[in-house]
T-cell receptor
Framework: AQTVTQSQPEMSVQEAETVTLSCTYDTSESDYYLFWYKQPPSRQMILVIRQEAYKQQNATENRFSVNFQKAAKSFSLKISDSQLGDAAMYFCAYRSATNNDMRFGAGTRLTVKP | NAGVTQTPKFRILKIGQSMTLQCTQDMNHNYMYWYRQDPGMGLKLIYYSVGAGITDKGEVPNGYNVSRSTTEDFPLRLELAAPSQTSVYFC???????????FGNGTRLTVT
């Protein structure tokens, strides 16, 4: 079964600075999808960004971008110009294209310091 | 358009009791999922469904049952509740296998 590993339980960043959250995954598949979700204290899960494994170009959504390294099975999230509202738990997720389930990492708690 | 609706928001159960967590979505999504999130942890997949009448086990299915009689509803049944089932439960849905998931607001369950 696929596993998702987030090696940073906690990270902090100064407001307006840039931070990178790490994610690695283990799979034998060639076709899959990767996601970053944000969970603020409200507990709501919010999609941040998504990457298709067949695309070489890294996904970008405003201040959020990813560094997708397929061979290394790495999928890091970069947050630029960090804002206080970015403080949350961030989860990396792997979605198989063949067996329909979706697996999450343990999460990284991001603190943004004013 | 309500999205994914979970009820109840909170529940306290005694050991051995049973209950059903309700989940309904109004987006006509085929794929639906149940996750549990233990304190400080990520989400663990309990069960999922790719359409009405079809369900499959995830990582941690023991102690739970599901059914999918309609596209909209995907209830999760807990039989003989145990303290290990104390968690926050999330229901989610997606349109296709590669669509992002839409999550409900979660149900906080405590078993004492």
């Amino acid at each position: 079964a696929q596993t998702v590993t987030q090696s940073q339980p906690e990270m902090s960043v100064q407001e307006a600075e840039t931070v990178t959250l790490s994610c690695t995954y283990d799979t034998s598949e060639s076709d899959y999808y990767l996601f970053w979700y944000k969970q603020p204290p409200s507990r709501q899960m919010i999609l941040v960004i998504r990457q298709e494994a067949y695309k070489q170009q890294n996904a970008t959504e405003n201040r959020f971008s990813v560094n997708f390294q397929k061979a290394a099975k790495s999928f890091s999230l970069k947050i630029s110009d960090s804002q206080l509202g970015d403080a949350a738990m961030y989860f990396c997720a792997y979605r198989s294209a063949t067996n329909n389930d979706m697996r999450f990492g343990a999460g990284t708690r991001l603190t943004v310091k004013p | 358009n309500a999205g994914v609706t979970q009820t109840p928001k909170f529940r306290i159960l005694k050991i051995g009791q049973s209950m059903t967590l309700q989940c309904t979505q109004d987006m006509n999504h085929n794929y639906m999922y149940w996750y549990r999130q233990d304190p400080g942890m990520g989400l663990k997949l309990i069960y999922y469904s790719v359409g009405a009448g079809i369900t499959d086990k995830g990582e941690v299915p023991n102690g739970y049952n599901v059914s999918r009689s309609t596209t909209e509803d995907f209830p999760l049944r807990l039989e003989l509740a145990a303290p290990s089932q104390t968690s926050v439960y999330f229901c989610a849905s997606g349109y296709t296998y590669n669509s992002p998931l839409h999550f409900g607001n979660g149900t906080r369950l405590t078993v004492t």
